[in-house]
């Protein structure tokens, strides 16, 4: 009826004898069910395909996992059964002859992973100067706990700085400050003592810096026979001079009303 040409359009009684008209309660429900029912056939294969192909994919990880498994199973009981690095070299040259490419690559991991990682801190070519900066800061320690001030002196510049309980939160620069300790402290309050560094943590600052950090753990015994512990988090920056190590600044934690305090300088 909504043909343009004249001649080819339907008219009212004939659009009324289509079936789409007459029988619109069978013709047009059913070509409408039977669309519906093609995209539900399809919906259901999209969906069974995807879900075989995820099954497929799930099979075959765990497949590799196992087959990885294994395989670490056989490498680790070939290197327990061997007894020397010579019968070790020998099994892998036969292993590489004989297995593939895949098996090659998975034992070169297996043996990387073997090996125990040493830390960055002591495997490094700066290996040398950490420890060098560990052990003045010791012998500093050490020449404040014997009460010597002239072997404390070399190890300071005379214009350090310093950050500590007992300064009130001011900046001390300069020796004058600890000298007071020394001369009317050091060594009076305790019988013996033992000084513990915890965890030190080296940065260097170029050739001629340093930086470390540590826990100070100090141990001693009052004039009483009463044994005591205090702990300070303190931080050292050394800087080498004349091929010398001098402490240039340090700053600490703790408590001012310490009756030991010659002990924290």
Request: charged content about 25%; proline content about 4%; hydrophobic content about 30%.
């Amino acid at each position: 009826m909504l043909t343009v040409n004249p001649a080819k359009r339907i008219t009212a009684n004939e659009a009324l004898k289509h079936p789409w008209i007459c029988q619109r309660e069978r013709v047009a429900s059913t070509l409408h069910r039977q669309e519906t029912v093609d995209c539900l056939k399809k919906f259901n294969a999209r969906r069974k395909l995807k879900g075989a192909i995820l099954t497929t994919m799930l099979a075959t990880r765990n497949f590799s996992s196992r087959s990885i498994m294994a395989k670490k199973g056989e490498g680790s009981q070939v290197k327990e059964s061997t007894d020397s690095s010579t019968t070790l070299e020998d099994e892998d040259v036969k292993a590489k002859t004989s297995l593939p490419e895949s098996s090659k690559i998975l034992q070169v991991f297996q043996k990387r992973a073997s090996l125990p990682s040493l830390p960055a801190s002591i495997t490094g070519p700066s290996a040398a100067r950490k420890q060098e900066i560990v052990k003045i800061t010791e012998q500093l320690i050490e020449a404040i706990n014997t009460g010597d001030y002239e072997t404390y002196t070399k190890y300071c510049d005379p214009h350090m700085t310093a950050f500590e309980p007992e300064a009130l939160g001011n900046l001390i620069e300069g020796m004058d400050f600890h000298k007071f300790y020394f001369d009317n402290a050091s060594g009076k309050n305790c019988k013996s003592l033992n000084t513990t560094i915890l965890n030190p943590t080296v940065h260097l600052l170029g050739e001629d810096g340093a930086c470390v950090a540590y826990i100070r753990l100090t141990q001693y015994v009052d004039k009483a026979g009463l044994a005591h512990t205090q702990q300070s988090e303190e931080t050292r920056v050394w800087h080498k001079r004349d091929g010398k190590w001098q402490s240039v600044h340090f700053h600490r934690s703790g408590s001012a009303s310490s009756p030991f305090t010659s002990t924290h300088k």
